[in-house]
C-alpha cells in the first residue's frame, strides 16, 4: 500500500512539474495592413518548448474564414526546452478566403504550445481587405531617350490604385496630377546610364494589395558609350583627397593610405550618393525652373566617365562620375542654374561643401566642391544668384565646381536641360501644350562665364 501512496505521488508531483512547467507562446504577426488575391502574411511564434499546432482565419462580419493550419509532432510528457523561433507563412485574401468581401477585416493566428499544459494563445491584426484590380494606360505619344538622359510620359491610371509611376528596369519614378487634368498623370523619367539598352520603360498602378497593372509606350532609346578613361592617383595626391574628406580618420581609420582611400572612393560615395537620391523626397509639386538651365565653365569631365584609379602602374579602383566638372577660377562664384528651393547646403563627403536645389516635380541640380556656402536650407534662389564659391573640398585636388542634375533621386546627363527646345519639346509642350514654342537659334556650344584668361594656374583636378 504505501509503495502505491508513493507512485501516486510521485505521479502527481511529476505531472504538477510538467504542468507548472509549461508555457506560453509570443504570436507576433508581421505588419499588414491591407491583403487583396493574395497577400502573404508571416507569423513569429517563440516558445522553448515550441508549438504543437498553429493556425490562422479571416474574421468578417461574424463570419470565420479559414486561411492556415498546420499541425506537428505532439510532445506532452517529453518536450523540449531550447526551441528556436518557428516562422510561418500563409497567403491571405480572395484565392484563400473564396468568401471575403472588400472592407475592413482582422486576421486571428491562434498556437497551441507543445508541452504538457498545451497553452492556446492567438494574436491578431485588423486589416483592410481590397479587391478591385488596378489599370493603366498611357499616352500615344513618341517618346524619344537617351540613354542617361530622361522623357515625359502621361498616362491614365483607373480601378482602385494607390501608387503609379514608371518603372526602368531597377529603378522606380513617382508620377503627378497632370496640370488641369487631375484624372490623368505624369512622371518625369530617367533611362539611367547604367542600364543596357534592351530595357522597356512601362507606366505602373498598384493598389493598396500589391496588385499591379502595367503598360508599355512607343519610346525609342539612343544608346550612348560613355567614355573610359584611366585617373592617376600618387600617394601626394591620396593624402591631400583623404585629408580633405576625413581628416580625423573617422570615416575611414587606419593607416593605410589607399585602403582609406579606396573606403573614401567607393563606401562613402555611395553613401553620398544615396543621400542625394533621398532629397528627391524634398521636393515641390509644380514647376519652379524658368527656361534652359544656365551652363558656366569649361567642361573637364562628362557625365557617366568611368575613371580607372592608378596607383604605382596599377589600377586600384573604378568608379563613374556622375556629372560635369566644370572649370573655372578660385575667385568664381557659384550661380545658380535656374529657379528653385534650397534642400541641401552643408557637407557632403565626396562632394565636399555642397548645394541641392529643388526646381519642381523632383528635378534638382546638385553644386558640389564649393569654398563657401552663401544659402541655407528652405531660401528661394533665381537663375543666375550667387549661391557660394568655388573651392577644392571633398574629393577635388583642384578648384572646380562640380555640377549634375537628377531627376527623382537618379543622376542624369544635364545637357539636355542646357536646351531650351528640348525643355519645350520633350517636358513642357506635354504639361501644357498652350505653351509657346522658343525662338530658333543655332545650336553652338554654351559661352564660357568669362572672357579667355591665362591658363596659368587654372588647371582643374577632377573629383
Same mark, same amino acid.
Given at each position: ?31 499588414? #495592413? ?43 510528457? $517529453?518536450? #523540449? ?8 507563412? $500563409? ?59 530622361? +522623357? ?10 494607390? +501608387?503609379?509611376? &514608371? ?49 508599355? @509606350?512607343?519610346?525609342?532609346? @539612343? ?16 593624402? #591631400? ?40 523626397? #524634398? ?9 534652359? @538651365? ?8 562628362? $557625365? ?12 586600384? =579602383? ?5 556629372? $560635369? =566638372? ?20 552643408? =557637407? ?26 552663401? &544659402? ?30 537628377q531627376i527623382d533621386g537618379v543622376q542624369i546627363n544635364p545637357r539636355e536641360w542646357w536646351d531650351e527646345h528640348w525643355i519645350h519639346d520633350r517636358i513642357l509642350s506635354k504639361l501644357d501644350p498652350s505653351a509657346p514654342k522658343p525662338a530658333a537659334v543655332s545650336h553652338s556650344e554654351p559661352a564660357p562665364r568669362h572672357k579667355a584668361k591665362k591658363a596659368a594656374g587654372k588647371k582643374a583636378h577632377k573629383k
Open positions: 500500500m504505501k509503495a502505491i501512496i508513493g507512485l501516486v505521488v510521485l505521479i502527481v508531483v511529476v505531472l504538477c512539474a510538467l504542468f507548472f512547467l509549461s508555457s506560453h507562446t509570443a504570436v507576433t504577426v508581421a505588419p499588414v #495592413k491591407v491583403i487583396g488575391i493574395a497577400t502573404p502574411v508571416t507569423v513569429q511564434c517563440s516558445n522553448p518548448h515550441g508549438v504543437r499546432s498553429v493556425s490562422a482565419w479571416l474574421e468578417q462580419n461574424g463570419a470565420r474564414l479559414p486561411l492556415f493550419e498546420e499541425n506537428l509532432p505532439s510532445r506532452r510528457f $517529453f518536450f #523540449k526546452r531550447h526551441e528556436p523561433v518557428h516562422s510561418v507563412t $500563409f497567403e491571405a485574401g480572395k484565392n484563400k478566403a473564396p468568401t471575403v468581401k472588400e472592407g475592413k477585416a482582422r486576421i486571428v493566428v491562434e498556437t497551441v504550445s507543445n508541452d504538457f499544459r498545451g497553452n492556446t494563445d492567438t494574436a491578431s491584426t485588423d486589416v483592410m481587405v481590397v479587391l478591385a484590380p488596378p489599370r493603366v494606360s498611357a499616352d500615344g505619344d513618341q517618346h524619344y531617350i537617351n540613354q542617361g538622359g530622361m +522623357e515625359l510620359v502621361t498616362f491614365t491610371p483607373g480601378g482602385s490604385w494607390s +501608387e503609379a509611376g &514608371v518603372r526602368v528596369g531597377k529603378y522606380t519614378f513617382r508620377s503627378f496630377p497632370l496640370p488641369g487634368r487631375p484624372d490623368e498623370r505624369f512622371a518625369m523619367f530617367a533611362y539611367p546610364w547604367d542600364l543596357p539598352p534592351d530595357v522597356t520603360p512601362m507606366v505602373y498602378a498598384r493598389n493598396m494589395a500589391g496588385t499591379e497593372a502595367t503598360a508599355r @509606350f512607343w519610346f525609342k532609346l @539612343f544608346p550612348k558609350k560613355f567614355r573610359a578613361r584611366e585617373f592617376p592617383v600618387d600617394d601626394a595626391l591620396m593624402q #591631400k583627397l583623404v585629408q580633405s574628406v576625413d581628416p580625423n580618420g573617422t570615416i575611414a581609420p587606419g593607416n593605410d593610405l589607399l585602403a582609406r582611400f579606396l573606403k573614401i572612393n567607393g563606401d562613402l560615395r555611395r553613401q553620398n550618393n544615396q543621400q542625394l537620391a533621398d532629397l528627391r523626397l #524634398k521636393t515641390e509639386e509644380k514647376i519652379l525652373w524658368n527656361g534652359p @538651365f544656365l551652363h558656366w565653365g569649361k567642361e573637364e569631365s562628362n $557625365f557617366a566617365d568611368v575613371r580607372n584609379y592608378i596607383s604605382h602602374g596599377k589600377q586600384v =579602383d573604378q568608379q563613374v562620375h556622375l556629372g $560635369f =566638372d566644370l572649370s573655372d577660377t578660385q575667385t568664381t562664384p557659384v550661380n545658380a542654374a535656374n529657379d528653385g528651393r534650397v534642400v541641401w547646403a552643408s =557637407d557632403l563627403g565626396i562632394y565636399g561643401n555642397c548645394i541641392v536645389l529643388d526646381h519642381g516635380y523632383a528635378l534638382e541640380s546638385i553644386y558640389g566642391h564649393l569654398r563657401q556656402i552663401d &544659402v541655407k536650407v528652405g531660401d528661394m534662389v533665381r537663375k543666375g544668384q550667387k549661391m557660394g564659391m568655388e573651392g577644392q573640398t571633398g574629393l577635388a585636388g583642384g578648384t572646380h565646381l562640380h555640377f549634375s542634375m
